[in-house]
């Protein structure tokens, strides 16, 4: 590689950061890890860690699933680096599903900015 193509690859990598950037997205970022996704009596349960990675806090208002109805949760509010497990009682539960038997789907994280920011749900 030579001077030319690491300066542009340099150039580019600034540039997409810069980009990325904007208002009302300063250092929160979601990382969710699934336990457990469970589909039984018409419904899927879902154990869930939200986990404030970084430098800001952060409010979730809520969640959707394109495959149902997600039972009414209240809004979240996560401060930088803390560590949210819903689990159990807290756990998330998917209602009045379209479809039975689902094996993968999608769990959009709706952040109090009006965002929103897609979860990959495989079935356990």
Request: with cysteine; net charge negative; glycine share 12%.
């Amino acid at each position: 590689m030579n001077r030319r193509m690491f300066m542009i690859g340099v150039l580019g990598m600034a540039c997409t950061g810069q980009a990325v950037a904007h208002d009302g997205h300063a250092g929160a970022m979601l990382e969710v890890t699934t336990h457990r996704a469970e589909e039984a009596n018409g419904a899927i349960t879902l154990d869930l860690t939200l986990s404030n990675t970084g430098d800001a806090p952060m409010t979730i208002a809520g969640f959707a699933a394109p495959i149902g109805a997600i039972a009414a949760t209240p809004s979240l509010t996560l401060d930088a680096g803390q560590v949210l497990h819903l689990t159990g009682a807290d756990a998330l539960v998917v209602t009045d599903l379209t479809r039975a038997g689902v094996g993968l789907f999608t769990l959009m994280v709706i952040f109090d900015s009006g965002a929103a920011g897609p979860v990959t749900i495989f079935m356990t």
